[in-house]
């Protein structure tokens, strides 16, 4: 909880792709500086950026940590990414568990969450 790592970072960073407003070459430059296990190349990146505009939610199976998934929602206060809700777990157990549903399941708290910002 509180964790700080690099914004683009895994799924956080799908969703601040996805999310963010930032243009699209300057965050296709800065991947360049990050560091992961398995990174993912440009199509397929832009890719998951895309399947998360469409969700709502990111996965990255493996990707920033061999073994180790993370699951993201962006909280989305006044439609401005603020923050994100994440899942990191060991890949096998949230898979059991079902990554589609974890993702729902985020994307409904970062809603209910982005709507209390708004309030207040």
């Given at each position: 909880?509180?964790?700080?790592?690099?914004?683009?970072?895994?799924?956080?960073?799908r969703?601040?792709?996805?999310?963010?407003?930032?243009?699209?070459?300057?965050v296709?430059?800065?991947?360049?500086?990050?560091?992961?296990?398995d990174?993912?190349?440009?199509?397929?990146?832009?890719?998951?950026?895309?399947?998360?505009?469409?969700?709502?939610?990111?996965?990255?199976?493996?990707?920033?940590?061999?073994?180790?998934?993370?699951?993201?929602?962006?909280?989305?206060?006044?439609?401005?990414?603020?923050?994100?809700l994440?899942?990191?777990?060991?890949?096998?157990?949230?898979?059991?568990?079902?990554?589609?549903?974890?993702?729902?399941?985020l994307?409904?708290?970062?809603?209910?969450?982005?709507?209390?910002?708004?309030?207040?």
């Open positions: 909880m509180g964790s700080r790592f690099p914004a683009l970072i895994s799924a956080t960073g969703c601040i792709a996805a999310f963010g407003g930032h243009p699209s070459k300057e296709e430059r800065r991947l360049h500086t990050l560091r992961r296990e990174p993912p190349s440009l199509p397929q990146w832009r890719a998951d950026v895309q399947a998360t505009k469409e969700s709502g939610s990111a996965v990255d199976d493996g990707r920033y940590i061999a073994g180790v998934t993370v699951i993201a929602a962006p909280v989305m206060p006044r439609g401005r990414v603020s923050h994100a994440v899942v990191v777990g060991v890949s096998e157990q949230l898979r059991r568990i079902g990554l589609t549903g974890i993702g729902t399941a994307r409904g708290e970062a809603a209910r969450l982005s709507e209390r910002l708004e309030e207040g």
